[in-house]
């Protein structure tokens, strides 16, 4: 009995003693496990963020841009890249002590990682604008296609420029160009949009789907008034969304919807079951101001309804507050739906976010 | 005898009891007791390379069991994707905890709001640089397709900002979704990062896994 009592006694002072040293080192702990294999970055492994950007900044550029390229070397996967945060910084404001002609000759001649690519298609732009010398390198082999499209987002191509990346490229770059396009120049993006969507009877890459979609969606969205080829166009995108085969295609089809500023589009979005909660959410999101301007005014039961149906997938405080003050709403006082949706609104609804026009 | 022997007893039960309340309140903080569903919810694992940094990841389905639960931005040759639990904690990285915005309460409804902003960013490339990348023209606010290029910490900043959540940045210049070159500063290079982002501006939730 007394040999029972000293051995739980022990175990439990044991277990105790466990306990406490788990949450005393738990930090540690983790901080130990969490140590990785490059031994290259083991210096660093005790310094801040802002003590090794420090450290870095008093390094000879080349010698900087050679420590990083082997470290990236060392690196078999992505997931530790964010450690180079600090170094690439300080590389990055070395710019001027590189010549425009050497860092071209690196993305040219080395194979480097996407992430010394961009840093040093960053340094280029910080030192000059010109963006002509390095147009060969777009359609080169050299750069990785990340890369490519970061030269796209950060460069100003000419619009001439811009229209060929769509149309030679099928990937991540495709989509920047017509993003950058569409800044550029709307009509012109809506036009090559236009084309894919309507005009190209072959089989097209998704990225040039997207690129397309995000043409006719930002024009219309930019030109509300415009309702030259509309119906068409938003009939091809509903066809997209119920018989593509990708999810991201078909998402951003309704995307593109959803900014063609249409009450009638936007009723389709809420009352089609194939289409998920959360694109129905972005959907009244990008229209909010304009459903604030239906609770306000509306003039039929179908505007009411719309503003109702709407208010049940992303309820917003302002607008069942301009639907109270809306003399209007007394015509239809006897509405279930109405007061069943203030209530939803009073007891889920949110502060709006007004940030589309 | 049989006293000293109640009064070790007593004291070692103490001891026990006191050690799972402190191993409580080292999981699960102070501020809330929150539980499933954590859509909306930003998580965060340790980066590998001699722990200089951590990866982040916004929660997309209810828990960690959810089919493809968290939306991220992983690396290089990746866009910001739905993705699931294993492929974003990796072989050989940990668990760092569950944040939220501070202020916030995520309601179901808010959790909507979030993943739903969320999920407009799929498709965009990966970049290390800066947290975000982007060209909004004249716009005043910088929308999901004017933005080229994300990083991890960029996506989990510009949907609650999106909503007017402040995370990281200056008074004046908070806002990543603000379309001006101060803001756009005020988010690039290592500013923020997402070991910044989840130590110094946002509210811990728990450490544990989101189950």
Request: hydrophobic share 40%.
């Amino acid at each position: 009995m007394k040999r029972k009592y000293h051995l739980s006694k022990g175990l439990l002072l044991i277990a105790g003693a466990f306990i406490i040293f788990y949450i005393f080192t738990y930090r540690s702990v983790f901080a130990t496990m969490s140590s990785g294999v490059i031994d290259s970055l083991k210096p660093y492994s005790q310094m801040t963020e802002d003590e090794i950007y420090a450290l870095k900044l008093k390094d000879n550029p080349n010698e900087l841009l050679n420590e990083i390229i082997e470290i990236d070397k060392e690196m078999i996967n992505d997931q530790g890249k964010i450690a180079l945060i600090p170094l690439l910084s300080a590389l990055i404001q070395k710019y001027d002590t590189f010549s425009k002609e050497e860092m071209i000759e690196l993305l040219e001649n080395k194979n480097l990682s996407p992430e010394v690519e961009t840093s040093l298609i960053k340094m280029y732009f910080m030192k000059t604008k010109e963006i002509e010398s390095l147009i060969p390198l777009l359609n080169g082999e050299s750069l990785s296609d990340n890369a490519k499209g970061y030269m796209v987002a950060i460069g100003k191509l000419p619009t001439t420029q811009l229209e060929n990346i769509i149309d030679s490229f099928d990937n991540e770059v495709t989509v920047i160009a017509m993003k950058k396009l569409l800044v550029a120049d709307k009509d012109v993006a809506f036009q090559v949009g236009k084309k894919i969507l309507l005009e190209t009877t072959t089989e097209v890459s998704n990225e040039k789907l997207i690129a397309a979609l995000l043409a006719v969606g930002g024009f219309y969205y930019s030109n509300p008034d415009v309702e030259t080829n509309k119906e068409l166009i938003s009939e091809k995108l509903k066809a997209i969304f119920l018989t593509h085969h990708d999810e991201l295609v078909r998402d951003n089809a309704i995307y593109a919807l959803s900014k063609m500023r249409s009450d009638e589009l936007l009723e389709y979005i809420l009352d089609k079951k194939d289409i998920d909660t959360s694109l129905k959410i972005s959907a009244v999101d990008r229209n909010l101001k304009r459903l604030a301007k239906l609770a306000q005014e509306f003039t039929s039961e179908h505007e009411l309804e719309l503003v109702l149906k709407a208010m049940n997938v992303l309820p917003i405080l302002e607008i069942g507050e301009l639907l109270l003050n809306n003399k209007n709403l007394e015509n239809y006082s006897h509405s279930t739906k109405v007061a069943e949706t203030l209530e939803f609104i009073e007891k889920n609804g949110m502060k709006g976010v007004f940030k589309y026009e | 005898m049989n006293k000293a022997k109640s009064l070790v007893r007593k004291i070692l039960i103490c001891w026990m009891a006191l050690s799972c309340i402190i191993i409580t309140s080292v999981s699960i903080s102070n501020d809330v007791l929150a539980a499933a569903p954590w859509n909306g919810y930003a998580i965060y694992r340790s980066g590998v390379m001699w722990n200089l940094n951590d990866h982040a990841g916004l929660m997309d389905g209810n828990t960690m069991n959810s089919n493809n639960p968290v939306l991220h931005a992983k690396g290089y040759g990746d866009t910001v994707k739905l993705d699931t639990w294993i492929n974003f904690t990796s072989d050989d990285a940990l668990f760092v905890g569950i944040f939220k915005p501070n202020n916030c309460t995520i309601t179901p409804m808010m959790a909507g709001y979030f993943t739903a902003k969320a999920r407009e960013l799929i498709g965009i490339p990966y970049n290390v640089l800066d947290q975000i990348v982007y060209d909004a023209g004249s716009n005043y606010w910088v929308y999901p397709e004017d933005i080229s290029h994300l990083r991890c910490d960029g996506v989990v900043e510009y949907v609650y900002e999106w909503y007017n959540f402040r995370v990281g940045g200056s008074d004046s210049n908070w806002n990543i979704s603000r379309n001006l070159l101060a803001n756009y500063w005020e988010h690039s290079a290592f500013f923020i990062t997402p070991r910044k982002q989840h130590t110094e501006l946002l509210t811990f939730v728990q450490s544990g896994v989101p189950n």
